[in-house]
Nanobody, 123 residues
Framework: VQLQASGGGLVQPGGSLTLSCAVS????????EGWYRQTPGKQRELVVG???????NYADSVKGRFTISRDNSKNTVYLQMNSLKPEDTAVYYC??????????????????WGQGTLVTVSS
């Protein structure tokens, strides 16, 4: 199982970006997913999580500006980021609890991280 994050880049304050995280592998199902971010010297923090049932939990700092969504047919979760601020600058990581088939076709659930994608908000 692999999580491939993409979509980061440089954007001006007030601008928008959409991050994507595609899950690949011998997947039986994807449970909770989320986006986290980290800046140098700080702990990784939750930006938003989404449960298998679609319930969401946003950090107060991004409520009303960021939106998480998922395309189950593509095993992909998205993070639409609007009205970006310089303080949103960070490396963004996707995270997912994935149930997959082992080499013996047993089902196993494990937590995975994507590789991180840098978002820089600056004029």
């Amino acid at each position: 199982v692999q999580l491939q994050a993409s979509g980061g880049g440089l954007v001006q304050p007030g601008g928008s970006l959409t991050l994507s995280c595609a899950v690949s592998g011998r997947i039986w199902g994807i449970n909770a997913e989320g986006w986290y971010r980290q800046t140098p010297g700080k702990q990784r923090e939750l930006v938003v999580g989404i449960s298998s049932g679609g319930g969401t939990n946003y950090a107060d700092s991004v409520k009303g500006r960021f939106t998480i969504s998922r395309d189950n047919s593509k095993n992909t979760v998205y993070l639409q980021m609007n009205s970006l601020k310089p303080e949103d600058t960070a490396v963004y990581y996707c995270n997912a609890d994935v149930t997959y088939y082992t080499d013996y076709n047993h089902l196993k659930t494990q937590n995975y991280w994507g590789q991180g994608t840098l978002v820089t908000v600056s004029s």
